[in-house]
């Protein structure tokens, strides 16, 4: 059975950061593309960041310069950092697992990360 379980979210003040984790059991995590998204209230699940199999990175225009995504092999996690965080990255932040898209697309239960003073 696959599970990305997330976790590390919470509240934090405006410009603080938060650093979100997914451990993956059930799959080779080596060989999945791994990706974080977001989805605020009222709008659509968009793509936060993603590191591929063999490491290469793409960021959301309004992330880039202030999250980072990383993944640990030996771990089976893949982790993003946030810093600087404003009111706008306020979402259910999401971990996803893909190999062969559409063929294996997984999807965690999601944090809530929440941005407020």
């Known amino acids: 059975q696959v599970q990305l379980v997330e976790s590390g979210g919470g509240l934090v003040q405006p410009g603080g950061s938060l650093r979100l984790s997914c451990a993956a059991s059930?799959?080779?995590?080596?060989?999945?593309?791994m990706g974080w998204y977001r989805q605020a209230p009222g709008k659509q699940r968009e793509l936060v960041a993603r590191?591929?199999?063999?490491?290469?990175?793409n960021y959301a225009d309004s992330v880039k310069g202030r999250f980072t995504i990383s993944r640990d092999n030996a771990k089976n996690t893949v982790y993003l950092q946030m810093n600087s965080l404003q009111p706008q990255d306020t979402a259910v932040y999401y971990c996803n697992a893909v190999y062969q898209f559409p063929s294996w697309d997984y999807w965690g239960q999601g944090t809530q990360v929440t941005v407020s003073s």
């Open positions: 059930g799959i080779s995590f080596s060989i999945y593309d």
């Open positions: 590191i591929t199999s063999n490491i290469r990175l």
